[in-house]
T-cell receptor, first 112, second 113 residues
C-alpha cells in the first residue's frame, strides 16, 4: 500500500544545515511535496518536485529525489530559529487518482 | 486578500453533541478537502469535494458529514458517532482535484470534554 515515512524529530544549531529525510513506497508517484507547519497553524507548501527531476533548489531550500531508492530529502541551508516547525513530506500517488499521502511530519528544533 | 479561513480556532464539545467546523475560501477553487491531524501521524483525509454539490468520502469518513452547497464553503460536521473526535482539523482547497498546490486553512482544534 501507499506509505510515507519520516523521522519524527531533528535538532540542529542555528547556522547549520538541516536535512530532513523521507521515504515513500509508491513508485508511480508524480509529485512529491514538502510542507511546513508552524505551531497551531495550517500547512504551508514550501516546495515540490516532479518525479522526473533529481534536484530542485529554491533559495535556502534544496530538494533531492532518489527515485530508485524512493528517497526524498529537504536541505535547509543556514538554518534559523524561524525555521523551527514541523515539516511534512507528501506524495501524490498515481494509484487511486488524485490522492495525496502525508508523512507523520518531522519536528525541527533549532538551537540558538 | 485571497485565502482559506477556518473557524473557530478552538472548539469544545460535550460528548454526544454534534458540532460543525467552518471552512470558507475566496480563491475560486473548485476542490476542497478536510483532513484530520493527530500527534505522531500524518494527515488523514476525511472528505473531499471536487465541485459544488459533489463530495466523496476519504479514508476516515465514519462519524463525519459534509456539504458543498456553495463553491466557497465546505463545512464539516463531527457527529456523535465519531468515537474519538478530539483532534486538529485542517481544511484545504486547490484549483482542481488534480492540481499540485493545495492551500491550507489555519486549522480548528476540537476538544471533547
Amino acid at each position: 500500500g501507499e506509505d510515507v515515512e519520516q523521522s519524527l524529530f531533528l535538532s540542529v544549531r542555528e547556522g547549520d544545515s538541516s536535512v530532513i529525510n523521507c521515504t515513500y513506497t509508491d513508485s508511480s508517484s508524480t509529485y512529491l511535496y514538502w510542507y511546513k507547519q508552524e505551531p497551531g497553524a495550517g500547512l504551508q507548501l514550501l516546495t515540490y518536485i516532479f518525479s522526473n527531476m533529481d534536484m530542485k533548489q529554491d533559495q535556502r531550500l534544496t530538494v533531492l529525489l532518489n527515485k530508485k531508492d524512493k528517497h526524498l530529502s529537504l536541505r535547509i541551508a543556514d538554518t534559523q530559529t524561524g525555521d523551527s516547525a514541523i515539516y511534512f513530506c507528501a506524495e501524490r500517488a498515481n494509484t487511486g487518482g488524485f490522492k495525496t499521502i502525508f508523512g507523520a511530519g518531522t519536528r525541527l528544533f533549532v538551537k540558538a | 486578500d485571497g485565502g482559506i479561513t477556518q473557524s473557530p480556532k478552538y472548539l469544545f464539545r460535550k460528548e454526544g453533541q454534534n458540532v460543525t467546523l467552518s471552512c470558507e475560501q475566496n480563491l475560486n477553487h473548485d476542490a476542497m478537502y478536510w483532513y484530520r491531524q493527530d500527534p505522531g501521524q500524518g494527515l488523514r483525509l476525511i472528505y473531499y469535494s471536487q465541485i459544488v454539490n459533489d463530495f466523496q468520502k476519504g479514508d476516515i469518513a465514519e462519524g463525519y458529514s459534509v456539504s458543498r452547497e456553495k463553491k466557497e464553503s465546505f463545512p464539516l460536521t463531527v457527529t456523535s458517532a465519531q468515537k474519538n473526535p478530539t483532534a486538529f482539523y485542517l481544511c484545504a482547497s486547490s484549483m482542481e482535484l488534480q492540481n499540485t498546490e493545495a492551500f491550507f486553512g489555519q486549522g480548528t482544534r476540537l476538544t471533547v470534554v
